[in-house]
């Protein structure tokens, strides 16, 4: 029985006792970032701390001069823009394509039944003359039968 508690125990350890592993992957991180690393991240942050500095104490009073001399122009250019975009706009609405499109639509359709009846009338003229002339030809035919006295 003593076995058995022991084996179980030494089962539920190797499953669900996880420090051997965290204690290995803890060991390798430190030594990634300790060992291997250095202090290159401490030395990156300390350039980066001088030169924002450096930038602070010397560029900051060049910046503003820049800015005090070209930012009026660039907003005088920026409300030309806007008026300019404002008056397109505006066209755009005082257009009214829905209105025009419509309008269109209207004189393409009497067109296109103007046209579909013309061309019925043309067909109903051709079919009268074709109606006619058949009609000639048969009196024709009718009264040549009559001259030649030839009757069936």
């Keep these: 029985m003593a076995s058995i508690i022991k084996d179980t125990g030494e089962i539920w350890s190797r499953l669900f006792d ?12 430190l030594r990634e970032f300790q060992d291997k690393r250095n202090d290159r991240e401490v030395e990156r942050l300390f350039k980066i701390l001088e030169y924002a500095t450096e930038l602070k ?3 900051l009073d060049r910046t503003e001069q820049l800015g005090d001399c070209h930012l009026p122009s660039l907003k005088a250019n920026v409300d030309v823009a ?22 269109n639509r209207l004189i ?11 061309m019925s009338d043309k067909c109903q003229k051709v079919d009268r003359t074709f109606q006619e002339k058949e009609n000639e030809i048969q009196e024709f035919y009718v009264d040549l039968e009559k001259k030649l006295h030839i009757t069936a």
């Excluded at 397109?88 to 009214?96: A, C, G, T």
């Design 18 to 29: 996880h420090r051997p592993f965290v204690q290995g992957e803890i060991t390798f991180f």
């Design 57 to 59: 104490e010397s560029q």
């Design 82 to 103: 806007l008026s300019m975009c404002n008056r397109v706009l505006q066209r755009e609405e005082d257009f009214d394509s829905d209105s025009a499109l419509n309008g």
């Design 108 to 118: 393409r359709r009497n067109e296109w039944e103007k046209f579909v009846n013309d």
